[in-house]
């Protein structure tokens, strides 16, 4: 699918619950093209603020930031207030500086995790689906082959999500991240 039709679909899908607002979750594997795919939608939807999960997730702590992220992210926004929300720090490795987030119409959440089955009721959710191993190069291009061992953790720990959460099956759009590499 393109991304004018992605477009297309994301302004005409009716918002969540009578939600104020539409959130849309970019998930898929480390590598995927996730982010660069958040920044043409962003700018194609009225520059929408996007929300990295990659500010809630570690490397010990890839996955168990669900609450945090429902309490100061997607709770206060679905009653029409901004959200607020503290960025983990991934170089001091731990909680940083407070970051706010303007009440719009759209908001992004870009990143593995991004379509939990804990934040199903909230969002419009796209899949980036790209080969393992292209994921894996472009993660040591970013991060550096001093991290492989780090980032075969981390697919293994993606693996047991895709498995248990299911975000591919459960997605309203499936994309290549071919298409827009990270």
Do not use: C
């Amino acid at each position: 699918m393109d991304l004018k039709r992605i477009i297309e679909e994301i302004r005409s899908a009716q918002a969540p619950n009578s939600m104020p607002l539409k959130v849309v979750a970019i998930d898929g594997g480390g590598g995927a093209g996730k982010s660069t795919l958040a920044a043409r939608i962003s700018a194609l939807l009225e520059s929408a603020p996007v929300i990295p999960t990659d500010d809630f997730a570690s490397w010990e702590n890839q996955f168990d930031w669900e609450d945090r992220f429902l309490d100061q992210v997607l709770r206060p926004v679905t009653r029409g207030e901004a959200a607020r929300y503290q960025r983990y720090d991934w170089d001091i490795r731990s909680l940083a500086e407070w970051i706010d987030i303007p009440f719009a119409r759209y908001l992004i959440i870009e990143g593995v995790g991004s379509n939990r089955l804990a934040f199903t009721p909230f969002i419009y959710s796209i899949w980036v689906e790209a080969d393992r191993s292209e994921r894996l190069r472009r993660g040591l291009d970013r991060d550096g082959v001093h991290m492989k061992q780090q980032w075969q953790l981390w697919m293994n720990a993606e693996d047991d999500y895709f498995g248990h959460d299911m975000p591919r099956e459960r997605s309203d759009v499936q994309v290549s991240g071919d298409s827009f590499p990270a």
